[in-house]
């Protein structure tokens, strides 16, 4: 079955770089995507990767896929206070296309 | 646009009492609809979804329900509300291009507390 896992908790100095790590189950995964939840919020995409990518770039965001080891990754360059918040990865698997299976997130704080 | 409508925003209901959640999605047609739930500092767990009208897939068994009267209206339901119901709820959809599905758009949320 399908299963995300991700760490529940990054702390990182504001300005310096912030990696989130994602591993996954299903190899069938056609797409990986990660959203932020801001407190109280509902969740919006931040970006997202097909499988047959191994990197995408958008301005301080990073995603990174090893599909070989079926682990993602998120960096945010030049991390700043707007950033805290929890990043959630998800999967859409294509064996039950319908279904996006998202992982525990990872709360993301920032400290001066 | 699209737009999602997911209501109410906070709701504190007693244990033993009915639940109805609902979520509408405006400018787009026959989207694929989801009811997720994310308890205190736990992830996000998907408890139903359904591809059409009248068509809903269970995830996981518990005391809840769920219904798509029209093609863009989902709601969620129990009859009798357990303590262990408390968390956030987030409807979301997303819709088929051709073969392909595009990423999910969420809600607002709900928080419910069961007292």
């Known amino acids: 079955g399908e299963d995300v896992e991700q760490s529940l908790f990054l702390s990182v100095r504001e300005g310096d770089s912030s990696v989130i790590n994602c591993t996954y189950t299903?190899?069938?995964?056609?797409?990986l995507y990660w959203y932020k939840q801001e407190p109280g919020a509902g969740l919006q995409l931040l970006t997202y990767?097909?499988?047959?990518?191994d990197m995408k770039q958008d301005q301080r965001l990073t995603v990174l896929l090893n599909k070989k080891d079926k682990h993602l990754s998120l960096r945010i360059a030049d991390t700043q206070t707007g950033d805290s918040a929890i990043y959630f990865c998800?999967?859409?698997?294509?064996?039950?296309?319908?279904?996006?299976?998202f992982g525990s997130g990872t709360r993301l704080s920032i400290r001066p | 646009s699209q737009t999602i409508h997911q209501w109410p925003a906070t709701l504190v209901q007693p244990v033993g009492s009915p639940l109805s959640l609902e979520c509408t999605v405006e400018?787009?047609?026959?989207?694929?609809l989801y009811w997720y739930r994310q308890a205190a500092g736990r992830g996000l767990q998907l408890l139903f979804y359904?591809?059409?009208?009248?068509?809903i897939s269970s995830e996981v068994p518990q005391n809840l329900s769920a219904s798509r009267p029209q093609d863009r209206q989902f709601i969620l339901s129990s009859k009798k509300l357990l303590l262990s119901d408390s968390g956030f709820y987030l409807c979301?959809?997303?819709?088929?291009?051709?073969?392909?599905?595009?990423?999910?758009?969420f809600g607002q949320g709900t928080r419910l507390t069961v007292v």
């Open positions: 979301a959809w997303s819709v088929r291009r051709g073969s392909v599905n595009t990423e999910a758009f």
């Open positions: 299903d190899s069938s995964s056609t797409y």
């Open positions: 990767i097909f499988s047959n990518m």
């Open positions: 998800a999967e859409r698997a294509y064996s039950s296309a319908s279904k996006i299976i």
């Open positions: 400018g787009t047609s026959n989207p694929n």
């Open positions: 359904s591809v059409g009208i009248g068509q």
